[in-house]
């Protein structure tokens, strides 16, 4: 195509045949990403409408508060959704302490050392190893080594490990959102290391740990292969009374409903997951809340 | 003055607003053929966002009116049928910081060229170009290095070789010796007085001694608003209002 | 004088840092844990099973008499799970990320976003139940041949589950690409086509490809989909419709069988989970420092 030199006056206004060429290639491009985006969301709508059809009818306060059974119309999730509590909480417990002081000490007391980067490469490498792993990890060492056998606790400290790295490169990210001012500050009238930790980063900082620890427990909550690994049985009919009771959880309950050749049961998973998820959205929305509030202030 | 007969491009009235707020007020400029016209004023004056309109790059903006008319050679630059890829093939522009792709020195100044299906033999027209931003000498034997290697100033001329390898009528550029050393300026400013041979060049310059060297034509805005418009002599020696006698004197901005 | 010399040696300060260094360094206990376990049991298992036939055997049955343990059946069900899954989230997750950073008003990002952070949080256990009840029967629909534990259903689910990290990686790497060089490019008179296509993406690529690396890597290790929806059968093909076995399936199959520890058995859990960590670790570190590169040219 030659450059047109302008010598009329109208100049502007023709469209060259190769240039609506290349604007309908652009178009189509646009179209096409609009088209497979389109098409995710899709999925999400077509995976709740699934599951919604098939186990709405099945959700009622008899499948929440029995134990689960050979015969569909009697069996629930209670010592499913019990265990995940028990578990849930005791990974709280072990993990938000630990993650936090983890990431405390990475973030303000840690030297540019060989073990400071020893641990930070070992967080991102554990961030990304299967939970699978975990669960191997947790048979030999909270099941077998410590001999918890397979309780509760020994299910949390599994799901603690699994949930940890997260834990602390969230809590990394709002411990170091703090501006530096704020600590200068503090140094400046002399208090302590841990003084300006305590009083005046973590305040600041805890907004952001709390949502990046929720959204951790939320990923516990749904992960399944670990508490397989160690153990924890796919038909109970009693509720945990302690740490150290054997225990189901939501994902096993679903998984094993889910592995049967019945329809029924498969509808059943679908309650079951109707409950998972409401509990993930529960969490989640507090998290959002907390995030929320915490860039108000 | 000169009467606007052989203006390339002109201003007519041109208001321009970011989410209501104006930056550029009721502004009326002529570009001429074949001369350097600069735009000097402060910061935040509104000469950027001039500039910005004369080749639709505007267009990418949110919340972006204007009024007015642009006319480019009598065509109204936002007419409803005018396509802005077409416009920049006439308009062309060089940036503040030197901003080349990630790829070749060839490459660079070959891209715009070959995916327009310019008419002619692409290396000679790299050639050309590279020659032409009295880069050639410093790049012949290794035109495939990325471009990314080469310095501040060199990024620049070959930003400017980009934008001559499209052969368009004018150059627009955006305070392009702002990111270089005075050396570097110094080979840019002495590029400017070649170019304008063949193109129309519009510089928007916060450098007032940059504008009294290089440039024709020299408009001062503040504040949005056209203070003065004429021959750079008579501005720098001469002004006509107090606002441009106080701007270029260094009195403020 | 005064003396600038603490006046008691502050212990408690002392005895805090080493508490947090201790929750810290837990990190690195759990990572000479896994590893050594792995390793001991491993090494254990090669006492009795040769490298070579584990690596290059084609028959997995430690089970069942005639009893073989080579692995390459559960390679190629893992493979054929990456392989589909990566058709799926590759090019459906870029092309979220090209809509989200080029496309996309500020508005609909508010909202996509969200949403693929959705599908990003969705238990995988509920994934597998979707690939049994929902995709299966609808790719025997829509195929003949299709056994009802096969690989494609795992697969597209697993491309589900790891779209929207792609798309999310994707997108902050495009994102990372001055507008600077946007303009640049439509300076010269390019079309929103060749500015995305030929400019941006090429710009992004090195992020583009860590982000690759790090879905291909959660395919592998991915556990309750494939066991649902894959199959139990260790299973030489690349025939996406057929009945196969992952590692991780049967990692959790042996966990929930009756397998007396100790065994020899026993231990091919341990030998196929630490082929499993060798990989995953390989790519993650692959894709950490491609990521780290890109991340310092365009900081």
């Not at chain 1, 991102?124 to 191997?136: D, R």
């Not at chain 2, 522009?93 to 070749?104: E, L, Y």
């Not at chain 3, 073989?68 to 058709?87: D, M, N, Q, R």
Request: with cysteine; charged share 15%; hydrophobic share 50%.
């Amino acid at each position: 195509m030659d450059l047109i030199k302008p010598v009329t006056p109208e100049v502007i206004g023709r469209r060259s045949g190769s240039l609506r060429r290349r604007h309908l290639y652009s178009r189509a491009f646009r179209i096409a990403c609009i088209g497979f985006t389109m098409s995710a969301v899709g999925v999400l709508g077509l995976l709740i409408y699934q599951v919604a059809a098939a186990g709405l009818p099945w959700l009622d306060l008899q499948f929440l508060t029995s134990f689960p059974s050979r015969f569909p119309e009697r069996a629930g999730v209670k010592s499913a959704l019990y265990g995940t509590l028990w578990v849930v909480s005791f990974t709280a417990m072990i993990s938000l302490p630990v993650g936090v002081l983890a990431a405390i000490y990475l973030e303000e007391y840690a030297p540019a050392s060989t073990m400071t980067r020893i641990i930070e490469i070992n967080i991102a490498n554990l961030a990304g190893v299967p939970s699978i792993v975990y669960g191997i990890l947790g048979l030999a060492v909270f099941v077998r080594f410590l001999g918890l056998e397979r309780s509760v606790i020994a299910g949390a400290l599994t799901m603690s490990l699994l949930i940890l790295p997260v834990i602390i490169i969230s809590a990394k990210e709002a411990i170091r959102a703090v501006p530096s001012s704020i600590r200068l500050a503090a140094f400046a009238v002399g208090a302590t290391q841990w003084q300006v930790v305590r009083s005046h980063v973590l305040p600041s900082a805890i907004p952001g740990i709390l949502t990046g620890v929720i959204l951790a427990l939320s990923r516990a909550i749904g992960e399944t292969a670990p508490l397989i690994m160690i153990g924890a049985l796919t038909y109970v009919a009693f509720v945990p009374d302690g740490p150290m009771d054997e225990f189901t959880a939501l994902p096993i309950q679903i998984f094993n409903w889910t592995s049967r050749p019945q329809a029924e049961f498969h509808e059943l998973a679908a309650a079951g997951i109707i409950v998972l998820l409401a509990v993930l959205l529960t969490m989640n929305a507090v998290a959002v809340f907390i995030r929320y509030q915490g860039t108000r202030k | 003055m000169k009467q606007p007969e052989n203006a390339v491009l002109e201003a007519r009235n041109v208001t321009i607003r970011y989410s209501g707020e104006a930056a550029v007020k009721g502004v009326s400029l002529s570009l001429f053929e074949k001369k350097i016209t600069a735009i000097i004023g402060p910061s935040g004056c509104g000469k950027s966002t001039l500039l910005r309109s004369l080749n639709r790059m505007n267009d990418f903006i949110d919340h972006v009116t204007q009024e007015g008319e642009i006319l480019y050679r009598n065509s109204d630059l936002y007419g409803e049928h005018v396509d802005p890829v077409e416009v920049r093939l006439h308009i062309g522009m060089v940036f503040q910081r030197p901003n080349p792709f990630p790829k070749s020195i060839y490459r660079n100044v070959a891209w715009g060229p070959t995916i327009n299906g310019l008419s002619g033999d692409i290396n000679e027209r790299v050639e050309r170009a590279l020659k032409q931003a009295a880069l050639w000498d410093e790049v012949k034997d290794r035109l495939d290095d990325s471009a990314l290697n080469l310095s501040g100033g060199q990024q620049q001329r070959l930003c400017i070789a980009r934008a001559l390898a499209m052969e368009p009528e004018v150059i627009l550029m955006d305070e392009p010796c702002s990111a270089l050393d005075p050396v570097s300026t110094a080979r840019i400013e002495d590029l400017l007085f070649e170019l304008k041979e063949k193109y129309t060049i519009v510089i928007v310059t916060h450098n007032m001694q940059q504008a009294s060297r290089v440039s024709d034509y020299t408009a001062f805005m503040e504040s949005g608003v056209l203070i003065e418009y004429g021959d750079t002599d008579e501005v720098f020696t001469r002004p006509k209002q107090k606002r441009t006698e106080d701007y270029v004197t260094g009195r403020f901005g | 004088m005064t003396s600038l010399v603490a006046s008691k040696k502050r212990w408690g300060e002392k005895i805090l840092r080493l508490v947090f260094f201790l929750c810290a360094f837990i990190s690195v206990v759990t990572t000479i844990c896994v590893i050594a376990i792995l390793a001991y049991e491993t090494l254990s298992f090669f006492q009795e099973v040769s490298v070579t036939e584990f690596l290059f055997g084609t028959e997995w049955r430690p089970l069942l008499e005639p009893k073989a343990y080579g692995i390459l059946p559960l390679l190629a069900g893992t493979l054929l799970i990456v392989i589909g899954s990566s058709l799926v989230a590759l090019p459906v997750g870029l092309a979220c990320a090209v809509y989200l950073s080029e496309f996309a008003s500020d508005r609909a990002r508010s909202i996509v976003k969200p949403i693929l952070e959705i599908l990003a949080g969705i238990p995988t256990v509920v994934y597998g139940y979707f690939a049994l009840t929902f995709v299966t029967p609808g790719l025997r629909l829509m195929l003949d041949d299709v056994q009802i534990f096969n690989a494609a259903s795992a697969a597209i689910v697993v491309g589900i589950m790891v779209l929207p990290m792609v798309a999310s990686l994707c997108d902050d790497a495009l994102r990372s690409v001055p507008g600077s060089l946007r303009e640049g490019a439509y300076s010269v008179g390019a079309t929103s086509y060749e500015v995305t296509a030929r400019i941006v993406v090429p710009a992004a690529l090195s992020g583009i490809f860590a982000a690759f690396v790090l879905a291909v890597s959660r395919a592998i290790g991915e556990t309750m989909a494939v066991t649902l929806a894959a199959g139990a059968t260790p299973n030489l093909t690349l025939n996406p419709l057929e009945s196969i076995q992952t590692m991780t399936a049967y990692i959790v199959q042996v966990s929930l069988g009756d397998t007396p520890s100790g065994g020899l058995a026993y231990k091919t859990l341990f030998a196929v989970a630490s082929l499993l960590f060798t990989i995953t670790l390989v790519m993650n570190l692959l894709a950490n420092k491609v990521m780290r590169k890109f991340q310092e040219v365009y900081d």
